[in-house]
C-alpha cells in the first residue's frame, strides 16, 4: 500500500513539475519574440530633423522593407 501511495506522489509531482515548465517555457518563448519583434522595428526606424525658419521639424517612420526582411530572417513572419 505504501508503495502505491508513493507511486501516485511521484506522478502528481511529475504533473505539476511539467505545468510549471510547460507555463514557464511558454512566457520564455514570448518575451523572446516579443524581443526580437522590438528589435526588428527599432533596427528599420527612420528619423530625420531639419531646422527651418528657427522650427525643427521631425519626420519618423518605420521602414516597411527593412522591418519585413528583419522579420523573415529572425523567422517571425
Not at 505539476?16 to 507555463?23: C, D, E, T
Amino acid at each position: 500500500m505504501t508503495n502505491y501511495i508513493n507511486q501516485i506522489k511521484f506522478v502528481l509531482l511529475t504533473a505539476i513539475l511539467a505545468v510549471i515548465g510547460f507555463g514557464f517555457l511558454s512566457t520564455y518563448r514570448t518575451q523572446v519574440r516579443n524581443q526580437a519583434i522590438n528589435d526588428c522595428y527599432t533596427q528599420s526606424f527612420y528619423r530625420l530633423e531639419r531646422i527651418e525658419d528657427g522650427k525643427t521639424i521631425t519626420t519618423s517612420e518605420t521602414q516597411k522593407y527593412i522591418y519585413e526582411q528583419c522579420l523573415l530572417d529572425k523567422r517571425i513572419k
